[in-house]
């Protein structure tokens, strides 16, 4: 009795253990592998964020480079400058000039002698930085496609608490921050701290809840940091670079270890000892949050998150409400559309079609962070009656938006049914640098059927046998699935463009020919006709 009341103890406690695990609210789970690493932030188990970093890219996005002026473009009003990589990067005139706090920020008077702002005209720009001048920038959004990286004159050094703007004296605290007795807190520690001359700082949200002692600190690291940018910049010739923002395992302590997150799981004790460098320097109580994963089942799938990746990155994302949405992703926008689809016709039906909506708000607001979309975004929600249920979802959106980390800038539902939306794009989406262009449809998604490429090949022939004169003996190369329509169904089309031309055909079947493809030799020459 006494040895089955123990096993009966332990079953309940193991029973406790993983009910506190999948109650847990935050947890961050870290993939590290040769080729890429991966992290993931779990809310109650469901992937809400997802980074992922190749070990043979360049983190550019953040880092600061010497550049020289290569020539202005005064149609574009923008520079482009060469930093050393393959393409010059793009530096618009406006970007050159002494940046305003974001409106995103709140601003604090911290009194005192400032340095007058000059009052400097886009006009002017050229004259200050002719071509062949250096130049000091940082990269705002890396190469995508076809175009180089965007940067910018105005610096920030991001730090775990605050963020350092070396030639910006003002000083201002995230609205994120809602709590006003917080803030005021906040607002009280920004004034007592000793900041250079010139130099302004931002707290972060992650600076909520934290001890004055924290901000000094962080504060020095970031003028540390500066300091040793400013002897490069004296030092080096350009093009080159001063200095390179964290990677991904670092950037993720630096942006994501706030006080809500519970744990955080991953897979290489050589980066969990990194890790736990890195909060020595910040908080050691966090340290006790790291736990590393030495089991034979992969972190990701131990966790759920492969599976979780797996259904998110699908172009149809069901909802629990029944409905599902689509997501395309095209080079000028985005184009998210919501339907029902399983959702219960009721009597209610405009209840229905609002919670659809509703879910579909929100599962938006959580892809546009999975699948690192920017750009321009139109959604297409089901119609809706009443203006205050359009006003209920855009009212979800913006609460949804809330959390995304990129500027977002979102347009209430128009006079169509469209609700127009922008979000800042640092980098390429996770498709377009996951996926590459399908060969055989050519990015389309879709392939013309069997009857279409047997009309077109028919065209094709027709065209040259008659530019080959009479008697022309033609060799066809196609897919084996369209050589068997040709056998079984076109056949007697084929034998009459022979009699038609008094030409001959054979046809040969090629399995390495896409559907859609087919090749038109002449038999005696072999040469290919287009």
Not at 2 to 24: D, H, P, Q, Y
Not at 70 to 91: P, R, W, Y
Not at 386 to 408: E, S
Request: hydrophobic letters at 35%; proline letters at 3%; charged letters at 30%.
């Amino acid at each position: 009795m006494f040895k089955l009341t123990n096993m009966f103890m332990e079953t309940v406690k193991k029973i406790l253990a993983l009910g506190r695990r999948k109650a847990s609210e935050r947890e961050i789970i870290i993939n590290v592998e040769k080729l890429e690493t991966r992290v993931a932030l779990l809310e109650k188990n469901q992937l809400e964020e997802l980074s992922i970093e190749r070990t043979n890219e360049e983190r550019i996005v953040g880092s600061i480079f010497k550049g020289k002026i290569k020539n202005h473009e005064m149609g574009l009003k923008a520079a482009f400058v060469d930093i050393g990589m393959e393409k010059n990067a793009f530096l618009h005139h406006w970007d050159m000039l002494p940046a305003a706090l974001d409106d995103e920020l709140d601003l604090v008077d911290r009194g005192g002698r400032k340095k007058p702002r000059k009052n400097i005209n886009v006009k002017d720009i050229p004259s200050m930085y002719p071509a062949g001048s250096d130049v000091m920038i940082q990269v705002t959004k890396g190469p995508i496609s076809t175009k180089g990286p965007r940067v910018t004159t105005n610096i920030s050094l991001p730090g775990r608490f605050l963020v350092l703007m070396p030639f910006n004296d003002q000083c201002g605290i995230s609205r994120k921050v809602e709590d006003t007795v917080e803030r005021k807190r906040l607002r009280k520690i920004l004034e007592k701290l000793t900041i250079p001359d010139n130099m302004g700082v931002i707290i972060r949200t992650a600076g909520v809840g934290q001890k004055e002692r924290y901000f000094i600190r962080d504060l020095a690291l970031l003028v540390e940091k500066w300091n040793e940018v400013e002897r490069k910049m004296k030092s080096q010739h350009s093009a080159t670079s001063l200095y390179q923002e964290p990677d991904l395992v670092e950037r993720t302590v630096r942006d994501f270890l706030t006080e809500d997150i519970d744990r955080i799981y991953i897979d290489n004790q050589e980066e969990a000892n990194r890790i736990n460098d890195l909060i020595a320097q910040i908080s050691r109580r966090s340290k006790s949050k790291i736990k590393v994963h030495n089991e034979s089942v992969p972190i990701f799938e131990k966790f759920g998150v492969e599976k979780q990746i797996e259904n998110a990155f699908r172009r149809q994302v069901w909802l629990k409400s029944g409905g599902y949405i689509v997501i395309d992703e095209t080079e000028a926008l985005v184009a998210i559309d919501v339907n029902t689809g399983r959702a219960k016709a009721t009597k209610e039906q405009d209840k229905t079609i609002l919670q659809t909506n509703l879910d579909a708000a929100e599962e938006i607001c959580r892809q546009l962070r999975l699948r690192n979309i920017g750009g321009i975004i139109v959604l297409d929600f089901i119609d809706m009656k009443l203006p205050k249920d359009r006003q209920a979802v855009y009212n979800r959106m913006r609460d949804g938006l809330k959390r995304d980390k990129a500027k977002t800038h979102v347009l209430p539902i128009s006079q169509l049914g469209l609700m127009e939306m922008t979000r800042q794009r640092h980098t390429e989406s996770i498709q377009s640098s996951s996926y590459t262009e399908c060969p055989t449809c050519q990015g389309k998604g879709i392939l013309k059927s069997a009857e279409s490429v047997s009309v077109e090949l028919q065209r094709k022939i027709g065209e040259a046998l008659r530019r080959g004169g009479t008697g022309r003996d033609l060799r066809i190369f196609v897919n084996p699935e369209i050589l068997s329509r040709l056998k079984t169904v076109d056949e007697e089309l084929l034998i009459e463009l022979e009699r038609k031309h008094m030409g001959r055909l054979s046809f040969k079947s090629d399995a390495a020919l896409a559907l859609e493809q087919f090749r038109i030799t002449d038999a005696v020459s072999g040469e290919e006709i287009k």
